[in-house]
Nanobody, 127 residues
Framework: QVQLVESGGGLVQAGGSLRLSCVAS????????MGWFRQAPGKGRPFVAA????????YYTDSVKGRFTISRDNAKNTVYLQMNNLKPEDTAVYYC????????????????????WGKGTVVTVSS
């Protein structure tokens, strides 16, 4: 059974930092592209960041470029999202996802097509 378990969310002031983690089990982690989406209350679930199986290529939505960094440790079956200079508009539930489509396609892919999802971790940024 595949599981993606996120952690690291919390309450932080604007300008602060958080590091999200997602531990995967039950799947050949190093063969999957991993990424993050987020969902604010009452809104959709847009793409945030993705990283290819080797960690050599990363992709971000424009609003987080220069502030967020995605990375992975295949030995630990874990993907990370380092979030710096957080803004109130970053407030959302952050979801980890795993899929085999190329990372470059994630930004334009339907969320319904992702192979696996975690249950999310809540990030709240106060102004």
């Amino acid at each position: 059974q595949v599981q993606l378990v996120e952690s690291g969310g919390g309450l932080v002031q604007a300008g602060g930092s958080l590091r999200l983690s997602c531990v995967a089990s039950g799947l050949p982690f190093s063969t999957y592209v991993m990424g993050w989406f987020r969902q604010a209350p009452g809104k959709g679930r847009p793409f945030v960041a993705a990283i290819d199986w080797s960690g050599g290529s990363t992709y971000y939505t424009d609003s987080v470029k220069g502030r967020f960094t995605i990375s992975r440790d295949n030995a630990k079956n874990t993907v990370y999202l380092q979030m710096n200079n957080l803004k109130p508009e970053d407030t959302a539930v952050y979801y980890c996802a795993a899929d085999r489509r190329p990372a470059i396609r994630w930004a334009t892919s339907s969320v319904n097509g992702m192979d696996y999802w975690g249950k999310g971790t809540v990030v709240t940024v106060s102004s």
